[in-house]
């Protein structure tokens, strides 16, 4: 029969509480607890700290002796039907475990929470998205890696391991703090950083790992900035169409692949695969989004009919991001789309976004083509009907993604006042 019991070998205060485990003749082992305790104030027969005036000792420690003993019970019993190995380093590592100190391995992804994020990386290279029932995407996976990569500055910095349980408020507070001051963040990213850890702690919740209930707390986040992005009025569009760009085959090329994100909406994962599409006179048909895997379909524009018209009824070719990118922003330039406006652009020197007022044109991005669909559409259809086509989950998420600016909202009641007038 299994039997534990607590010694204190010294007579000097303070002194150490160790824990004698024992199982028949084969299993005689001593333990250190760290706990530490006045001699004066233990009971050998009682195995436990005594109740004594001016002091509330017993009132902590017993407390932990009564749950290290069931712990043990626990451990013993698990690595009993594993055909466990039970000597000296068994209890001290059982000891350690109980009281969040693990001696072996710091690379342990039950306890620390680098080790677990990579373990998660790593199984998500295989895991499948339950809402779309597709592998996880390489985009997806990028974000968890940025995060880790974070993280792993802060633990450099601060000169520690983070466990699990420590993403409470503490951390959210001193984390905030070095994205804020040592990384010069902003807001939005930072907002997106801490929403990436909380998921890992969902994750790990999920699992039955211990963590901080605080990193579900209300003020485990951070304000968000509003967006500013740029969209391209109806006028604009209509500039990029009718320029004549038959001297510059790859300006002429991004052009059209321009004027067709932005009648349709297409994401540039979608817009670069256009040629897999299923697409007649009248609508486009894709079954399988890349983003969420979805089925839309999309009605032609008449200037999309001309671009398919100029090729001879064949797309103009797929570019990559990048050039897609560079080229669109030459192409605004080129027709004109120069107006002072308020944006956030990349500074080469410091790898941040700075705000200020830039040529329109220079803010132009493959993503421009998509909000300005969702925006020139908006108010002139129903939200959801254009949410039918870019596949916007909510209509506040559709709210928040349209980009028409305060003047036009003005200019819009004016009107509106106008006809009323008259």
Request: aromatic fraction near 10%; glycine fraction near 4%.
């Amino acid at each position: 029969m299994a039997n534990i019991k607590y010694l204190v070998k010294s007579k000097k205060n303070p002194a150490a509480i160790y824990v004698r485990f024992y199982q028949g003749r084969g299993v005689d082992i001593t333990s250190n607890t760290s706990y530490i305790v006045n001699p004066k104030q233990w009971s050998k027969r009682l195995q436990q700290v005594t109740n004594t005036a001016g002091s509330t000792l017993d009132q902590v420690l017993n407390p932990k002796l009564k749950k290290l003993k069931d712990f043990i019970v626990a451990e013993y019993n698990e690595q009993f039907a594993d055909g466990g190995n039970f000597d000296k380093n068994w209890l001290d590592r059982t000891v350690a475990k109980f009281n969040n100190r693990p001696k072996d391995n710091l690379s342990d992804p039950n306890v620390f929470f680098i080790p677990f994020i990579e373990k998660f990386i790593d199984e998500s290279k295989s895991r499948i998205n339950p809402n779309t029932g597709k592998i996880i995407s390489r985009r997806t996976i990028q974000k968890y890696e940025t995060t880790l990569v974070r993280l792993k500055e802060f633990e450099l910095l601060h000169k520690i391991r983070i466990k699990l349980w420590d993403i409470d408020l503490e951390f959210h507070k001193a984390f905030l703090s070095f994205l804020k001051l040592e990384g010069n963040y902003g807001n939005t990213t930072i907002a997106k950083y801490l929403t990436q850890i909380k998921a890992f702690c969902r994750e790990a919740k999920t699992l039955g790992l211990k963590v901080s209930s605080e990193f579900e707390h209300r003020n485990f986040t951070a304000r968000a900035e509003k967006t500013i992005d740029v969209y391209l009025k109806e006028k604009e569009i209509d500039l990029i169409f009718k320029h004549d760009f038959s001297d510059n085959p790859r300006l002429n090329n991004a052009r059209q692949l321009m004027i067709i994100g932005l009648w349709t909406g297409l994401r540039i994962s979608d817009l670069k695969n256009i040629h897999t599409y299923n697409i007649t006179n009248e609508e486009i048909q894709i079954l399988d989004s890349k983003k969420t895997g979805g089925h839309i379909i999309i009605p032609i524009h008449p200037q999309i009919k001309s671009v398919l018209l100029e090729n001879n009824g064949e797309l103009p070719k797929t570019i990559s991001d990048q050039k897609f990118n560079k080229y669109v922003k030459e192409v605004c330039e080129e027709v004109g789309i120069k107006e002072e406006v308020i944006g956030k652009k990349m500074n080469p020197e410091t790898k941040r976004k700075e705000k200020g007022y830039y040529p329109k044109y220079e803010l132009v991005t493959s993503h421009t083509c998509r909000r300005s669909f969702a925006t020139n559409l908006y108010g002139k259809l129903p939200n959801q009907t254009i949410m039918a086509i870019t596949n916007h989950i909510s209509e506040q998420q559709f709210i928040n993604y349209v980009k028409t600016t305060q003047e036009e909202h003005v200019e819009r009641v004016r009107e509106y006042f106008n006809r009323k007038n008259k």
